[in-house]
């Protein structure tokens, strides 16, 4: 198939260097915040070359649906734009089915059944792919709650398998709870490997998402589903390309013929005790360059059933070397070339599944002269005392990006230690700080679902006012000001 011969001009496309954006190594993972994965040559290949051709999206899924049935031995296959749009599209079909009139009214789910059921120890923070839909959530504790709370509302049993450590009922009793009910139940295993035979759907689950950006390699904005044929197509009626609740989580004929070449990669074609020994060699490089160091220990760890890979934890005293593991992490991080790792309490934990070749050198010269010969910390001033009372009720405006709101709080000042009570227009919780000066410092996180809601207030006082800028743990910070409540 010839590609398109649709005019451009005479230009060069935009890049990365030419846009002024970092590129860094990534030895911390497959984090969608750090753009996932590397897409393999094949799944590349296989995107350029759909996008040289028109198709009816439903006969596509209905032939990639199959193939993707006879690549895994499950029942049926299906594609979307990630695990989180999975998540989405199977609880709008639990819900709403194939029925046309149901599907038009979500997220309105009255007289529907529109109760979506989780073990709370486990909760993900995907809970709002399933909001979105109209789904209402509840959250059980033990088998027994499980059981409890199916009624006739009870649309979906949704288990996060890649937070399974954590849980206290376990996958294989949620899923024969469910069975037992005639309760259809979902398995997100975003980070896991795609097995054949499926552990999930072994164990009866009626469908068991992963992403198609991390350990497969595919295009970061997919995501694959395996499980019950009338359960995955009734998700394909609940999203693009028709006129529904899911049409904004639009999977093209690029993405879906990508992934399906990363799955066949996957099953049919990678050496994976090739790449476990590529990855060791990468590690092993890695801790060669630093294991002479005073303190320094290492320690190679095996993976659990997510992100599939060996991993080196490079752990020290930081008296020793004078640096904490989050000072050499963002070192790393903001060095030539940047490194992505992650810190742990103890040291720095590498994951090689995402380094290419020559990497494990460059990173681990640069290791070197991060942890070597490192000057002692200079010495932190004191605090000055408190200067001003900020004790009292107090208005707060905030100005986020776009829009704003208002909160309050309650402040007990002693000394230099702030504590007292939080408000927003959804919730309240206590709040810890410090004043400094004339300068004043507190945090307060707002309990809404697994995720929460953090801000980290920094400001000045002037009399009756603060003012200063809030994190959220958002790219962008907002401002704020606040004013001594009189009344």
Known sequence: ????TSTHGNIEPSTFESLGVDTMINCGGTYTVISGSRMLDVAVEAMAEATNGY???SELMEKVGQRLAELTGAEWGYITTSCSAAINQITAAAMAGGDPEKIARLPDTRGMKNE???ERAIRSGYEQCMRIAGAEMVFVDTEADLRAAINEHTALIFIDGDAQSRSRITPQPMIDVAD???VPCFVDAAAQRVEVPNRYLEMGADAVAYSGGKCLRGPQASGLVLGNKGLLRAAFLNASPHNVQGR???????????LLAAVEAFLLGRDHEAEWEMWEGYLKTIGQA????PSVEMTYEEPGICNVTPYLHVTWDTDTLNGTPEEIRKELLEGEPSIFVNATSEGLRFNPYMMEAGEDAIVAQRLREVMSDRPAPEPVAPSPPASVDVSGEWLIDLAFVFGGSTHSMNLIQEGSMLKGTYRSQYGQCPITGQVAGNEVSFQAVLPHGPSRTRYDYEGTVTGDTMSGSVSMGQEWPCTWRARRNSR
């Open 290 to 293: 630093v294991d002479d160091l």
């Open 116 to 118: 979506v059921i989780q």
């Open 55 to 57: 198709v009816r999206i």
């Open 180 to 182: 037992e009910f005639g």
């Open 248 to 258: 904004a989580m639009k999977v093209g004929k690029e993405e879906i013929m990508g």
């Open 1 to 4: 198939m010839s590609p398109s």
